[in-house]
């Protein structure tokens, strides 16, 4: 028997587990190594969502920037025909998440890899938003240093009106306040942005407002998993 590799989804807010279907239980009960973005949060997910898994029957390894090592554990456990679940921090595996070069390597070895239904914030935060769901990119964190993030802002802005395109990123949480700030400074006043904060937690917040009626707001998204789009018009 060849190995599959699981994409197990975990949730984005520890209190909602409801948004985790059924069948993830049974597709972890058919596994034998688990790669987790952080294990520690992985085991509290695990033990959340059926109390029955037998946590330690497991074997752990960490995703982490030691990317050969990574990959090494990974080509082993494979060779040994085990079942893979790859769990990320919060979401979807394989999506603005590390254990992509783990996915990547299954595909190169030919191995099954499995994606699982779960809560993905960047498709929620689209969803909700009202905006282009037809043409869409997600772009990551933007520069830390103000003056290449307004010149990218520009950019993205310009890229946003000539293809109708929505654009999506995010930011360290603690920097939340600054980016909105940033964007309001630098757009312009008809260009829509939606904050989508904390999505499917009991303070989930999704709003779109042009960048005028954004300036008449006042949130605070300090240390809050905030999801940016921009749809210039």
């Known amino acids: 028997m060849s190995s599959t590799v699981y994409l197990i989804p975990s949730v984005l807010d520890e209190m909602a587990i409801n948004t985790i279907p059924l069948y993830i239980v049974a597709a972890l009960k058919d596994c034998q190594v688990i790669f987790a973005e952080n294990e520690r949060t992985a085991r ?6 059926c109390k029955e898994i037998v946590i330690d029957d497991f074997e752990w390894f960490t995703i982490h920037k030691a ?3 990574q990959k090494n554990s990974l080509r082993q456990k494979i060779k040994e025909h085990k079942n893979i679940a790859i769990i990320s921090e919060a979401g979807c595996p394989g999506i603005a998440d590390p254990g992509q070069i783990l996915i990547e390597l299954a595909q190169q070895m030919n191995i099954k890899v499995k994606p699982l239904v779960g809560p993905s914030s960047i498709l929620l935060a689209l969803m909700a938003s009202g905006m282009n769901g037809q043409q869409f990119e997600f772009v990551g964190y933007l520069p830390i240093d103000n003056g290449e993030r307004i010149k990218v802002i520009k950019e993205l802005e310009t890229l946003s009106q000539k293809k109708r395109s929505t654009i999506i990123f995010i930011e360290t949480p603690y920097r939340n306040n600054q980016l909105i700030e940033t964007l309001l400074r630098t757009c312009k006043l008809t260009t829509k942005i939606c904050i989508a904060a904390e999505l499917t937690g009991t303070n ?3 709003k779109t407002k042009t960048v005028s009626d954004w300036k008449n707001e006042k949130n605070d998204f300090h240390k809050k998993p905030v999801i940016f789009l921009l749809l210039a018009v």
């Open 204 to 206: 989930e917040f999704v």
């Open 67 to 69: 990317e050969e090592e």
């Open 44 to 49: 509290r997910f695990l033990k959340s969502i």
